[in-house]
Every structure is written in C-alpha cells, then in structure tokens.
C-alpha cells in the first residue's frame, strides 16, 4: 500500500501564491506517475495537473494552465503544486493521486489507485 499525505492547504486572498506538498511512503515513488486533483461542493472531482514517473512531462488542467505548477523530487517522495495567482474559484479540497505504474501522464480520476485525505484551500476575493 502507498500513503499520500498532503500539506500546505489554507486560507488566502485572490492573487497569494501556495505551494502544497504531497508525502508519499511507497517504495517505488520514482515509478508512480502523479496527479492533483480538486473538489468543489457540489462539483465532480477534476484533474489540476499530472506529471509522468520520470517528471519529464506535465500536464495542467484549462483552468490553471500558466498560473500553477507541478513538480516532483523523486529523491524525497515527494510532488508539490505551485498555485501562483490564486483566484477565489481555486477554492476547493486538493487531493494527491498515485498510480502504481505507467509511462505516460493520466488526467483521470479511474487511472489513479492511492488518494491522500486532501487539503482544504479557500480564495477569498
């Protein structure tokens, strides 16, 4: 089993940055392709951004493409997501995802087999 912990969720006002951080215990972290994922009361969980094993590719969802940004040290297990320019529609629970293998990137909420407890952001206009 893999656990992912997130940290680095809290309350600020359109335009701050955060930078959240995902702990993960797997033996093979280097193998698992990642992503962020949010949720809004109300809405479906959707894909922030994803990033491949190696960390050679990225992906970002529409709505936060140029704003955030996802990175990963392998050396640490660990992923982060950047969130530069917050808005108050960025608010929402973020959740960290890993699948246990893969080569490429996975924008899907099915394509991901261990989920942190998530991390609570509020954007305040």
């Known amino acids: 089993q893999v656990q992912l912990v997130e940290s680095g969720g809290g309350s600020v006002q359109a335009g701050d940055s955060l930078r959240l951080s995902c702990a993960a215990s797997?033996?093979?972290?280097?193998?698992?392709?990642m992503g962020w994922f949010r949720q809004s009361p109300g809405k479906e969980r959707e894909i922030v951004a994803a990033?491949?094993?190696?960390?050679?590719?990225?992906y970002y969802g529409d709505s936060v493409k140029g704003r955030f940004t996802i990175s990963r040290d392998n050396a640490k297990n660990t992923v982060s997501l950047q969130m530069n320019s917050l808005k108050p529609e960025d608010t929402a629970d973020y959740y960290c995802?890993?699948?246990?293998?893969?080569?490429?990137?996975?924008?899907?909420?099915?394509?991901?087999?261990?989920w942190g407890q998530g991390t609570q952001v509020t954007v305040s206009s």
């Open positions: 990033i491949s094993a190696s960390g050679s590719s990225t």
């Open positions: 797997g033996r093979t972290f280097g193998s698992y392709p």
């Open positions: 995802a890993a699948r246990r293998s893969g080569l490429g990137l996975y924008t899907g909420r099915n394509n991901y087999d261990y």
